[in-house]
T-cell receptor, first 118, second 113 residues
């Protein structure tokens, strides 16, 4: 089974520039998550999709961050304009089905996209 | 609000020493509990999980964790660590009403050969 694919792996931009990250979840996984992991901290959920609908975006800074999953498969996370404090690793994860209580129904993470804002 | 606390930020051990990493959570209802590991330069991987049943769960690479409901704890243990266990370990909790997965701040484990 192929894993969660993310690109780019690394990105360096200057503040006030824009950046976009792409995620391709595991085939058949309906639920997709974007997490932000700042150095020295645990991952923080930014947004959760169920198919192409948003389930939870309560911690997404909507003035600068946006995300979409138009066809219920791939997803893009955009930051515009970027701030210094956005420097972090952006993790995408997917899960088979939200709400399904099963030993097999756990999140699988991608390798992440490391953003450095100068 | 649901939260997860990991007691140690950085743990340094010698090979063959025993390991216990603390994790406490705040949520009054039924939870699903996880430990994830992130080896240097690699992505987060699931180490073990607890959904229900036996509160002592065994994971990969000789790790185990015990869910103590009365203490809201899910501590990770390994009787004898190896140099290859050097990594960052994250405890995570999700309420079973489809809630979001909340991570602790992580514990960095350094094992000296």
């Amino acid at each position: 089974e192929a894993g969660v694919a993310q690109s780019p792996r690394y990105k360096i931009i200057e503040k006030r520039q824009s950046v976009a990250f792409w995620c391709n979840p595991i085939s058949g996984h309906a639920t997709l998550y974007w997490y932000q992991q700042i150095l020295g901290q645990g991952p923080k959920l930014l947004i959760q999709f169920q198919n192409n609908g948003v389930v939870d975006d309560s911690q997404l800074p909507k003035d600068r961050f946006s995300a979409e999953r138009l066809k219920g498969v791939d997803s893009t996370l955009k930051i515009q304009p970027a701030k210094l404090e956005d420097s972090a690793v952006y993790l995408c994860a997917s899960r088979y089905k939200r709400g399904l209580v099963s030993g097999a129904n756990v999140l699988t993470f991608g390798a992440g996209s490391r953003l450095t804002v100068l | 609000a649901q939260s997860v606390s990991q007691h140690n930020h950085h743990v340094i051990l010698s090979e063959a020493a025993s390991l216990e990493l603390g994790c406490n959570y705040s949520y009054g209802g039924t939870v699903n509990l996880f430990w994830y590991v992130q080896y240097p330069g690699q992505h987060l991987q699931l180490l073990l999980k607890y959904f229900s049943g036996d509160p002592l769960v065994k994971g990969i690479k000789g790790f185990e964790a015990e869910f103590i409901k009365s203490k809201f704890s899910f501590n990770l243990r390994k009787p004898s660590v190896q140099w290859s266990d050097t990594a960052e370990y994250f405890c995570a909790v999700k309420n079973n009403q489809g809630g979001k997965l909340i991570f602790g701040q992580g514990t960095e484990l350094s094992v000296k050969p």
